[in-house]
């Protein structure tokens, strides 16, 4: 069974940068991985995801252009890069796998995630 950590939150001014890791304990190659994000009192939403083989990377639109996934597969890692950061993108962040290869922006599609690393972005 896969495990997931993930690591790199904290406490950030808005307009600054964060990134985050998730390191596998298996091999992630054949994985899509995802990064999701809760926030108090709201639902898990898809973040970003980048498909295997391919490499080819998905986001949600209120992250385009600020984010950006990337994998490296020779050390089972996932890492989202965070930049102009805003209040809004305070959360809860959770990298998640998923063994069909497929990235999906529902969360109950990803069988494998990891326990979070809080982010929070003052104003």
């Known amino acids: 069974q896969m495990q997931l950590g993930e690591s790199g939150g904290g406490l950030v001014q808005a307009g600054g940068s964060l990134r985050l890791s998730c390191a596998a304990s298996?091999?992630?190659?054949?994985?899509?991985m995802g990064w999701f994000r809760q926030a108090p009192g709201k639902e898990r939403e898809f973040v970003a995801g980048?498909?295997?083989?391919?490499?080819?990377?998905y986001y949600a639109d209120s992250v385009k252009d600020r984010f950006t996934i990337s994998r490296d597969n020779a050390k089972n890692t996932v890492y989202l890069q965070m930049n102009s950061l805003s209040p809004e993108d305070t959360a809860v962040y959770y990298c998640a796998a998923d063994g069909s290869g497929n990235v999906w922006a529902s969360p109950m599609k990803y069988d494998y995630w990891g326990q979070g690393t809080q982010v929070t972005v003052s104003s």
């Open positions: 980048i498909s295997w083989g391919t490499g080819n990377t």
């Open positions: 298996g091999i992630i190659t054949s994985y899509a």
